[in-house]
């Protein structure tokens, strides 16, 4: 029994020096190392939200405590933002991506943009599951998803790229049920697409429901009654 102890402890004493010299070579990499966060969407939306609140509370749980710093590189649905991390940021633990959680639809279609293998990306995680909801402006003539499928003319809907929540939903609809959307590309985030619906320039947009239901100028909105939830 007492060679088993004395055994135990030479192993736990063993593991416990590895994982503090671990620890020791990791505090020692990223102390006065900032990480660069690149974000794929404008400021102002729910991935900015995120990239900023993870940006203040996740270096106090890095060995080194490393300064994040939040970068905005916006266009094609998060695609550029993607293309950069993938070929040009050096895979030195320092540089972090945030894009949109369909990117890896564009891959998969063959996208000739796509520079990236999405396979061989280091995936470290998603700060939520969501549902996502369409929203229509109120005084627009399509009162529900009968309205659009019936509709002579589609609905002009705003999206940032082919791997948008509002790209894939509509071609979603389109083909499960006919519903018919005219899907405007090239916004280069959410926040400049609710500008469009609120000028007129689209009517509508589809995205997750917590940013729907999370900030301005929703919260705005369902005072004035200026939307309709529509999916």
Sequence with gaps: MKKLVVLALILFWSWTSGLFTA???QETFYKGKPIRLVVGSTPGGFYDRWARM?????????AGNPEIL???MPGAGSLVAANYVYNVAKPDGLTLGMVQYNIYMDQLVGRKEVQFDVRKFAWIGSPVSETVLLYMRNDAPYKSIRDIVK?????????SGTVGSDYILAR????????KFSTVLGYQGGSEIDLAVEKGEVVCRAHNISA??????????HK???D???V
């Design 54 to 62: 993870f940006a203040r509370y996740m270096p106090k749980y890095i």
């Design 172 to 179: 979603l609809l389109e083909d499960a049920i006919g519903a």
């Design 228 to 230: 309709r939830h529509i």
């Design 151 to 159: 509709a002579k003319e589609p609905p002009k809907c705003g999206s």
């Design 70 to 72: 939040v970068q905005y």
């Design 224 to 226: 004035k009654d200026f």
């Design 212 to 221: 729907h239901f999370g900030r301005e100028p929703f919260n705005s909105w």
């Design 23 to 25: 620890l020791q070579a």
